[in-house]
């Protein structure tokens, strides 16, 4: 008999439309951005937005890095498998972010804010990087209540695996923390993304109570340094990062994995049971294939999870992610691919094992 995955995948995020535009070095310049980064909108920011619609080729896309992660999930699993929770205004935004989810299959138990409006990214696109803005607007108002209500609760408690962005610090740490607490004591998994490299300075003490829940940690390579050097790891090596945070105390016996991607260098596991560092090499994408990175690594994380929630070894969860990342590259914005998606894991797909 199959596994019952009806509501087994849970998340939480911030739900943004973005407005995506490719721009060059000069408007990066007079925000103050950088290249490839995530940051939350400053007053300086608030033109932007205005800027890009006005004066850009403007798309807007359904967004938000969790919401992103859980739509690319659903479309892998079997139907009814993942629910989003997050918050939004009552507006057109909304019903946009709500369709694009329904067309994936993937059920939403959104907070309804009258009061403000739906949150916004401005995805600003140079070459094969995209640096990030998020005006979160309706999204940091999501309240632990909504998580209370016996509605939410229910949704959580036959959930199997848990998925929050580290983005979701800046909103709702008591809903990391009560989900986390659940997770642990009913012998889930729980798994957070550290999202961008502001959250673990800007974060710290938070970042620090909940790692001894996370079962599984995705980042990135900058986010990944970003961690090392707010919590004084002296290393620049991945691996050796990946291994430390591995090793940092846990809550249970289960073992934590970390899983570090690099664009298209190699993706890094390390866990907290093996001194044994699994490298794996990434297939780069042509680049006159590539339409934008934004989302690839949200796509990683989907594929990821849904062949782990299927109990697929970790070998088939990386090639997975791979896949749909280069999927997603192709693409323009954080969109996958029109019709079914099908996975299918090849037979010489491996890592190098290092040790440190």
Known sequence: MSKDLRGALVGFCNPLLDISAVVGDDLLTKYNLKANDAILASPEHVPLFQTLIDSYDAKFLPGGAGQNTLRGAQLLLPANSAVFMGAVGKDENAERLKGAAERAGLRTNYMVNPEKPTGTCALLITGPNRS?????????????????????????EKAQIYYITGFFFTVSPETIEAV??????????????????????????????????IDILFGNETEAAALAAAFGIDSTDIKVIAKKVADMPKNSTKPRIVVFTQGDKNTVIATSDSDQIRVYAVTPVPSNEIGDTNGAGDAFVAAFLAQYIQDKPIDVCVEAGHWLGGEVVRMIGPNYPEGELKFVASSDFAPTIEKL
């Open 132 to 156: 990030m803005v998020a005006n979160l607007s309706a999204a940091e108002t999501y309240q632990f209540s909504h998580t209370q209500k016996p509605e939410s609760w229910d949704i959580i």
């Open 180 to 213: 986390a607490k659940h997770s642990l004591e009913n012998n889930k998994t729980f798994t957070m993304n550290i999202s961008a490299p502001f959250v673990p300075p800007v974060y710290k003490d938070l970042v620090e109570k909940t790692l001894p829940y």
